[in-house]
């Protein structure tokens, strides 16, 4: 039932409240009634208000929902036409009202929940970790396999770049005198390097040559 009080001549005052767990006080609304001659046959004429330094009410705010609660009156009004109805329109503000409190705060409980649920899986995914599908195993695998054989190409690349400066510089095999007869490379011989030795050579050729023949 409405809590109501006659504040001065025309005005109303009401509490409307949201959820018990709430630690405010109630809102304190105050509907003013301008009664016409032909009241009750005529509608009165409705105003709402908060009082004077008022503190803000969270969750209800008169300046925005004025009309929204002012509208849900008419349907009384026109159903109480010619009967005394002002303990009625009372009635029924201070339900609206609370009814517009308790769907602002399910609302924002609503996405308290849903960032709280997102915390919490957020923190079992570092104790489950992530789940392992068909896919997501094949491209794990695949880049896998793609480092391993970087990795032994790599290292092969290293040995060998090794291997070659224990080894050193490879010296050229140089060709004896009959490996350059049978190629055809005597006549090939540099004039510096012709002298008796290399006549000699030549001869010393030539006599093998002919014992093979």
């Known amino acids: 039932m409405a809590n109501q009080s006659k504040i001065q001549s025309g005005q109303l005052g009401l509490k409307v409240e949201g959820s018990p767990s709430l630690i405010h006080a109630p809102a304190i609304l105050l509907l003013q009634v301008n009664y016409p001659d032909a009241y009750p046959d005529k509608p009165p004429l ?17 300046q925005e929902d004025k009309s929204r609660l002012l509208g849900a009156l008419q349907p009384v009004i026109e159903e109480n036409m010619g009967m005394a109805m002002v ?49 997501s195993f094949l491209a794990w695998r695949a880049k896998f396999r793609q ?33 350059l007869w049978e190629r055809g490379l005597v006549g090939k011989v540099e004039e510096d390097d012709e002298g008796e030795d290399g006549l000699n050579e030549m001869e010393r050729l030539k006599i093998e040559q002919s014992k093979i023949s």
């Open 147 to 179: 480092e391993s054989e970087e990795d032994e190409r790599r290292e092969r690349e290293e040995k060998e770049t090794e291997d070659k400066k224990k080894r050193g510089p490879k010296e050229e095999k140089k060709m004896t005198g009959r490996e």
């Open 87 to 135: 303990f009625t329109l009372v009635s029924t503000l201070k339900d609206s009202a609370e009814l517009l409190i308790s769907e602002r705060q399910r609302a924002v409980q609503a996405l308290k929940d849903v960032e709280a649920a997102k915390a919490e899986e957020e923190e079992n995914k570092k104790f489950h970790g992530t789940a392992v599908t068909r896919e």
């Open 46 to 62: 409705l105003d709402l208000s908060n009082p004077p330094n008022a503190a803000k009410y969270p969750h209800l705010d008169i």
